[in-house]
């Protein structure tokens, strides 16, 4: 996740600027709407009508609504020149902040939504933080994102101090390399604060799975029927490391084969009064799968 660009903007200008871009567009559909109009008429009034002699329309009248579409110009004319100053130093006047979000995922998240947090100043008040939250739903692995929101109601004239970033997926706060206070960890220090947590706790606990296996790791060597009905004896070490003792399969090269699979398995071991034991399990495969 980076934060791919900022804007400082005049909400009010915006709008206003907005409505006079609304006001020249009606101006020119009014115009085309009347020459089309005009055209008409002509055509009409060339027809031999009385005497026989062709009569053309007189002059061309200009309609209520381009009359209207006319006033509004000039009414937007005057509010650009009185805004001149703010256009030639917006920052001044800024009282809104546009932001784009560049979101990638490397797995599937679903439900997600960002909390954004705009860290600021401006004359004569202390620092402050305003939060945005802004939903973004579901993330496809390795497809860039972009994300937009807008800060509003900030103080005129505010500087932007720095932008906190936090990415949430059902609830879950999701590390990221934008993130002030969560850092991407290894497997093997994500492996030691598990442990660490387990071994706060007192009597005893079973062994808890840590790393699963892949699905298609299981299903390239059995059918679904094998699947279910295999099961293997393990021992958990007291690093979480595994040893696969036995797999009722009577197909010796396919349990070779998934001895070398089963045994990337690792747990959590086993908890006596806070020291990892070494414990023996008997598991179905189909609970070892992500």
Request: glycine content about 6%; proline content about 5%.
């Amino acid at each position: 996740m980076k934060l791919a660009g900022t804007e400082p903007f005049n909400d009010g200008l915006r709008v206003k600027l907005a409505a006079y871009n609304e006001a020249l567009s009606q101006l020119v559909r009014d115009k085309y709407r009347n020459a089309e109009h005009t055209i008409s008429r002509f055509e009409i009034d060339r027809v031999d009508i009385g005497n026989g002699e062709p009569r053309q329309s007189s002059s061309v009248r200009t309609s209520g609504s381009e009359t209207h579409s006319y006033r509004q110009v000039d009414d937007y004319k005057r509010l650009i020149n009185e805004l001149e100053d703010k256009l030639r130093d917006p920052t001044v006047y800024s009282d809104s902040l546009e932001i784009v979000v560049e979101l990638q995922s490397k797995e599937l998240l679903k439900g997600c939504y960002l909390v954004l947090v705009a860290r600021i100043d401006s004359p004569g008040t202390e620092p402050d933080a305003r939060p945005l939250i802004q939903v973004v739903g579901q993330l496809k692995p390795d497809k860039v994102r972009k994300v937009r929101g807008v800060f509003r109601n900030l103080p005129q004239a505010f500087s932007l101090l720095g932008i906190d970033m936090h990415l949430y997926s059902q609830g879950e706060e999701i590390p990221h390399n934008g993130s002030a206070e969560l850092k991407m960890i290894s497997e093997e220090e994500a492996f030691k604060y598990s442990l660490g947590r387990y071994k706060d706790s007192k009597g005893h606990s079973e062994p808890a799975l840590f790393r699963s296996l892949p699905l298609d790791s299981i299903t390239s060597l059995l059918s679904e029927k094998e699947f279910e009905s295999l099961q293997a004896d393990m021992v958990i070490h007291l690093d979480g490391s595994t040893t696969v003792e036995y797999i009722n399969t009577k197909d010796k090269p396919l349990a070779d084969k998934l001895v070398g699979v089963l045994e990337t398995v690792r747990f959590i071991p086993a908890m006596e009064n806070g020291q990892p034991t070494e414990t023996k399990v008997s598991l179905q495969l189909s609970s070892l799968i992500d």
